[in-house]
């Protein structure tokens, strides 16, 4: 009789185990759905368009000019680690529809602008730390707000870099 309870409760955690199991890659399908869903509303609500880790890689690789912006804190973030080149102007996490300088470290639309540059053609790659963090949906909606047209927004940010194993940069 003990062999035939111990029997039936290994059954029944196995059988638990497996569909704990089941469901853990099913929530996380759901989980990946709403994140591809998010990001999707937010480039086409921002008007710009998405990078991947690769191909921001090829561009530095190849030398070409494009103007990246790391939408992070500069103290807590950029100056730890930021991808090559990139250049620091902080921009919040919630959604940013009317500029607000408290927000961008007292820093105004004007001095977004001179970051920017006079290029309104020029690439600029705009990213935060990883895919649902909204930093670089602000920077990259405000460039496009403001009248650039070569905007990108890359979702991965400094975690997927990292993750790639490219090299960072720190200030000292």
Known sequence: MKKIVLTAVMVMFA???????????????????????????EVARGGYDVITT????????????????DTMPYGASYKKAHVPQ????????????????????????EEYRKLL????????????????????????????KIGYNNVFRYPGGIYAWKGAGNEVEAVE
């Open 117 to 144: 540059g006079p290029d309104k053609d020029k690439k600029i790659i705009v990213y935060c730390g990883f895919v649902k963090c909204t930093r670089s949906h602000n920077g990259a909606f405000w460039a496009k």
């Open 15 to 41: 059988a638990s185990s497996a569909m704990a199991f089941g469901t853990s890659k099913f929530k996380d399908e759901v989980e990946k759905e709403i994140g591809a869903v998010k990001l999707t509303r």
């Open 54 to 69: 690769a191909e921001l890689s090829e561009l530095i690789k190849v030398g070409e000019d494009v103007l990246i912006i």
């Open 86 to 109: 990139a250049e620091q102007f902080l921009f919040p996490i919630p959604d940013m529809v009317e500029w607000d300088s408290k927000e961008t470290d007292g820093k105004s639309q």
